[in-house]
């Protein structure tokens, strides 16, 4: 855990979020700036800031949690359709330097 990550401090319960799912690896939680109806970011609960830096397990996660939100789409509220989005650096408009999925839907996406 990073002492000073937003993330870190919203798994460790530090700062408050509206949890939806969470087990040992990953949490999703609703985003606080919400970009569509549903908004939604997982985390991992390993501070790792970029992908570049995941190790196997981490990779491992990750899987682990593309299958979860499939399995979750009722519960979620995007049985419709879903897009999922890593940000990855600054150019990429990374905010948080903690790995982490957003998850929209809810309502006909935009195109890009």
Known sequence: MEENCVFCKIIKGEIPSTTLYSDDDFMIIKDINPQAKIHLVA??????????MLTEKGASILGKIMSKISHLQEKLGISEGYRLIINQGKNANQTVQHIHIHILGGEKLKDF
């Open 43 to 52: 985390i991992l609960k390993n501070h790792i800031p970029h992908i570049d």
